[in-house]
């Protein structure tokens, strides 16, 4: 209020009529502490003479010194947890009980910025000079960050790479899995898929070496219970190749 004071007191001829003025055109509380001090004006028990008396008792009956440590602790503390707008608006009403100069207030609100916001501002070649311009900025910037969330096609709708494709890929082309519960049950057994690949490579489908065929083969087959080569015949007929 000091500030307005010492610009209203060229707008009067007087410092007792800006006193008056303020005096008459208070309200609420205010206006009950005014009446008393309005009656005493130009009397020999006036307490407020100059415009610096009336700063100095209004603060006294209406300045709470609590009030300024709670905004402290609260501006310390705000970080940004929607939009750089919301942020702006709470620290205006925060910094209105401070004494802060521009530079602490200015770094206090850069603070409490969200990353996004200041990794943006880090990379601006004209730095704001004063609170207001870096308000100004951070939330041109924080709105245009929104926008391009909201244009962002949605995750699913996105192309994803072609797993299942290079991964079926990589199964035809390894060695065919053999199945080894069915192998335990019959030793003899071989799976469709290494047959194939027997006949792909020119081998014996029976014990999968080169050299010869599946009729001309000799090696026995191998017993169910001991695993060792027996010389019986194959129940099953031998494959066409």
Not at 42 to 65: L, N, Q, S, Y
Not at 187 to 207: F, M, T
Not at 212 to 234: L, M, N, Q, Y
């Amino acid at each position: 209020m000091s500030g307005w004071l010492r610009l209203s007191v060229t707008q009067f001829e007087t410092e007792e009529d800006v006193i008056t003025y303020l005096l008459v055109n208070m309200e609420g509380a205010a206006s009950a502490w005014a009446l008393p001090h309005l009656a005493n004006i130009g009397t020999d028990k006036a307490t407020i003479r100059t415009v610096d008396d009336f700063d100095r008792a209004f603060e006294r009956a209406f300045f709470d010194p609590d009030e300024q440590r709670a905004a402290e602790r609260k501006i310390t503390t705000l970080v940004q947890t929607s939009t750089t707008a919301a942020y702006a608006t709470e620290f205006r009403t925060l910094l209105m009980s401070l004494d802060w100069n521009d530079a602490a207030l200015r770094a206090q609100f850069y603070k409490g910025l969200h990353w996004h916001v200041k990794q943006q501002l880090a990379q601006k070649e004209d730095q704001p000079r004063d609170l207001e311009a870096l308000i100004a900025a951070a939330i041109r910037i924080d709105n245009v960050r929104r926008e391009l969330e909201i244009s962002r096609p949605p995750r699913e709708n996105r192309p994803k790479p072609s797993a299942t494709t290079s991964t079926a890929r990589s199964a035809n082309t390894s060695t065919p899995r053999i199945d080894s519960d069915r192998l335990k049950a019959d030793p003899n057994y071989v799976s469709e898929a290494e047959r194939q690949r027997r006949r792909d490579e020119k081998l014996c489908i029976k014990c999968g070496k080169a050299g010869h065929r599946f009729a001309e083969c000799r090696t026995g087959w191998k017993g169910p219970d001991k695993g060792k080569e027996t010389a019986k015949i194959a129940e099953e007929q031998p494959e066409k190749e």
